[in-house]
């Protein structure tokens, strides 16, 4: 079955880094666009960052452009986010998602808590 099994989430203080992936299974993973989303307590969730299949473009929330990084390998069927100088707003269960065409699976979700 189609399984988006998100890790890397954790307490972190402001101006830190964590590296989220998300591994997939159960369906043709390098076929699909990947995405992370976030949502924070209160607030709707939105989208984070974007790959294309093959990974040549990317796209990115005006809110962690220049701070986050998305990436995958379709070899190990895995996304990553790489997060950089982290800021208490970015706060947030962070979900991956693979979309194609009518087709969307979620993953569980990972938190990410920035504090001091």
């Known amino acids: 079955q189609v399984q988006l099994v998100e890790s890397g989430g954790g307490l972190v203080q402001p101006g830190g880094s964590l590296r989220l992936s998300c591994a997939a299974s159960g369906f043709s993973f390098s076929s699909y666009v990947m995405r992370w989303y976030r949502q924070a307590p209160g607030k709707e969730r939105e989208s984070v960052a974007r790959?294309?299949?093959?990974?040549?473009?990317?796209n990115y929330a005006d809110s962690v452009k220049g701070r986050f990084t998305i990436s995958r390998d379709n070899a190990k069927n895995t996304v990553y986010l790489q997060m950089n100088s982290l800021k208490p707003e970015d706060t947030a269960v962070y979900y991956c998602m693979a979309h194609q065409g009518l087709n969307d699976y979620w993953g569980q979700g990972t938190q990410v808590t920035v504090s001091s």
């Open positions: 790959i294309t299949s093959t990974g040549s473009s990317t």
